[in-house]
C-alpha cells in the first residue's frame, strides 16, 4: 500500500495525518472502534493505561469474534506495549499475555509497515521480527496454558506468516484455532492471508480454502466473507476486473452473500463492518450496484480501510473514504 507525499504532508502538518482529518470531518469513518459504543470505552480505558478497566472489559466478552475484535481495539492503541507488558510481568496473567501479545503484533506491523517487501529496510525487518518474535512467545505461553484459545491460535497465525514459519505450522495452528471456535472469522481470515500469492502462497488454494470455508461453515457466518476477500486479493494480485467480472465468479460471490450476511441466521456482532466491506466492494467492482446497496447499507459510516485502499485511483490512501463514498453513491442510484 503506497503513502503519497500528501499523506507525509497532512501527517506533518496534522500529527495524525489526512486519515484523522477525513474521519472527522467526512461522514463515513475508517476508526477501527467502528462506532461501537464498547471499543470507544475500551480504546479510552487503554488510552488511560487503565488494564483492571481492560481485564474487566476482556473478561466478559464471551463471543469469539468479538473479543478478537477488541483486543484488536486494544492493540492498536500507541505505547500501550509499555503497560501491558507490566501486566503480563506482574503475575503472568494468561489475559494480560494475551492482550500484549497481540498489542506486539501491531507494533511489529508498525514498525515495518503496509508496503510491499521491496519498501521495507534493513532495520524495520529487524525490528519486525523481533516484535513478532516476543508476540509469538506470549501468545505461546497462553495456548501451553489454555489450548482452547481460539484468539491466541489466531494471533499465532499472524506471527506464523511474518516470520515465515511455513504452511506445515500455519495448517496446525490454524487447525487448533478451528478446533477451539469452528468458525473464528480471525482465524480463518489470518489462513487465508497465509495462503496468498503475495506471502508466498498459490492463489489457486487460497480461492479454494475460502470457498470450502464459506460453504463449511454454519448458515449465517461471516466466514463467507472469506470469497469475496478471496476474488479481490486475485483482482488486486494482477488479474483485474476481468476477472471479478466473470459469470462464475459473481456466481460464487452471490452464493456466499446469501449463506453469509444475507441469511436471516446471520447475527450482526462487533467488528462486523468488514464482512459487509468486502460484499460491496466485490459488487461493485463486479459492476452490480443494486447487489452491493444492502452491504452498503448494513456498513453504514464503517469504511474498513484495507478494503478499500486499492480502489483510491486518484487520491492518496489517507482518504480511502472517498472511494467508499463514490461506490455507496453509486449503487443507490
Keep these: 500500500m503506497r503513502t503519497s507525499v500528501l499523506d507525509r504532508a497532512v501527517a506533518r502538518i496534522a500529527g495524525d495525518g489526512a486519515r484523522a482529518l477525513a474521519n472527522?470531518?467526512?461522514?463515513?469513518?475508517?476508526?477501527?472502534?467502528?462506532?461501537?459504543?464498547?471499543?470507544?470505552?475500551?480504546?479510552?480505558?487503554?488510552?488511560?493505561?487503565?488494564?483492571?478497566?481492560?481485564?474487566?472489559?476482556?473478561?466478559?466478552?464471551?463471543?469469539?469474534?468479538?473479543?478478537?475484535?477488541y483486543l484488536r481495539v486494544v492493540a492498536r492503541v500507541p505505547s500501550a506495549e509499555i503497560w501491558l507488558e507490566r501486566a503480563a510481568q506482574a503475575d503472568r496473567d494468561t489475559l494480560a499475555l494475551l492482550a500484549y501479545g497481540y498489542r506486539l503484533i501491531a507494533w511489529a506491523w508498525e514498525a515495518r509497515g503496509t508496503g510491499g517487501s521491496s519498501s521495507v529496510s534493513g532495520g524495520q525487518a529487524r525490528t519486525f521480527g523481533e516484535r513478532l518474535l516476543r508476540a509469538e512467545a506470549c501468545l505461546g505461553e497462553v495456548v501451553d496454558r489454555n489450548p482452547g484459545d481460539a484468539?491466541?491460535?489466531a494471533g499465532l497465525l499472524t506471527c506464523n506468516r511474518g516470520l515465515g514459519r511455513g504452511l506445515d505450522v500455519a495448517w496446525h495452528r490454524f487447525g487448533r484455532a478451528r478446533a477451539a471456535s469452528p468458525a473464528h472469522l480471525g482465524a480463518h481470515a489470518s489462513m487465508l492471508q497465509q495462503l496468498c500469492g503475495k506471502w508466498g502462497g498459490d492463489?489457486?488454494?487460497?480461492?479454494?480454502?475460502?470457498?470450502?470455508?464459506?460453504?463449511?461453515?454454519?448458515?449465517?457466518?461471516?466466514?463467507?466473507?472469506?470469497?469475496?476477500?478471496?476474488?479481490?486479493?486475485?483482482?488486486a494480485g494482477g488479474a483485474g476486473q476481468r476477472h471479478i467480472r466473470r459469470p462464475e465468479v459473481i456466481e460464487e460471490i452471490r452464493r456466499a452473500a446469501a449463506w453469509g450476511p444475507g441469511s436471516p441466521a446471520y447475527r450482526p456482532f462487533p467488528g462486523d463492518a468488514v464482512v459487509h466491506n468486502l460484499?460491496?466492494?466485490?459488487?461493485t467492482d463486479a459492476g452490480l450496484r443494486s447487489?452491493?446497496?444492502?452491504?452498503?447499507?448494513?456498513?453504514?459510516?464503517?469504511?474498513?480501510g484495507h478494503v478499500w485502499a486499492g480502489a483510491a485511483y486518484l487520491w492518496p490512501e489517507s482518504l480511502i473514504h472517498l472511494s467508499y463514498l463514490r461506490a455507496r453513491r453509486k449503487a443507490g442510484r
Design 24 to 69: 472527522r470531518y467526512l461522514s463515513v469513518s475508517t476508526d477501527p472502534c467502528e462506532g461501537d459504543p464498547g471499543a470507544l470505552a475500551l480504546r479510552e480505558a487503554a488510552r488511560r493505561a487503565d488494564w483492571p478497566a481492560v481485564r474487566a472489559f476482556l473478561a466478559g466478552v464471551t463471543d469469539p469474534d468479538s473479543r478478537y475484535f
Design 279 to 283: 460484499f460491496a466492494r466485490a459488487f
Design 291 to 304: 447487489e452491493a446497496a444492502p452491504h452498503f447499507a448494513a456498513a453504514g459510516d464503517r469504511v474498513v
Design 151 to 153: 484468539d491466541a491460535w
Design 203 to 235: 492463489d489457486r488454494e487460497m480461492l479454494r480454502f475460502a470457498v470450502e470455508s464459506a460453504s463449511g461453515a454454519p448458515e449465517g457466518s461471516p466466514v463467507a466473507c472469506l470469497v469475496p476477500e478471496a476474488h479481490l486479493e486475485i483482482w
